[in-house]
C-alpha cells in the first residue's frame, strides 16, 4: 500500500500521530493517540454534539530522535504498522 492509503487508514480510525518534544533532553519521539483525532488531542473532551465525553492516551515511542526531520522519515512506518496491526481488530 502507499503512504497516502496507510495515513489516510489512521485518520479514518482515528489514530493521532506526531512528533512530540521531550522537554527534560530536547530529544523528539512519536507520539501515537488512539481516539487523539476525536478528542482534539487531549485526555478528555466534551463533545457538545454528542453530549459525551471521549478520551485519549498519548502513547509514546520507545526511540529518542537527535531532532524533528529524523522522527519525521519514519512516520510513513509507524502509519503502515498501525494498519496492519489494527486493520483487522477493528
Known amino acids: 500500500m502507499s503512504l497516502n492509503s ?3 487508514w489512521c485518520i479514518d480510525n482515528d489514530f493521532q500521530v506526531y512528533i512530540k ?3 527534560h533532553s530536547g530529544y523528539f519521539k512519536v507520539a ?3 481516539g ?3 478528542s482534539n488531542g487531549k485526555d478528555i473532551f466534551f ?3 454528542t453530549q459525551m465525553n ?7 515511542g520507545k526511540i529518542d ?3 524533528q526531520e529524523k522522527a519525521n522519515k519514519v512516520l510513513p512506518g509507524v502509519y503502515k504498522y498501525l494498519k ?3 486493520q483487522k481488530k477493528l
Do not use: A, F, H, P
Open 6 to 8: 496507510d495515513l489516510q
Open 21 to 23: 518534544k521531550m522537554d
Open 32 to 34: 501515537i493517540r488512539k
Open 36 to 38: 487523539g483525532i476525536s
Open 47 to 49: 463533545c457538545k454534539e
Open 54 to 60: 471521549l478520551y485519549s492516551v498519548e502513547k509514546l
Open 65 to 67: 530522535y537527535k531532532n
Open 84 to 86: 496492519e496491526t489494527y
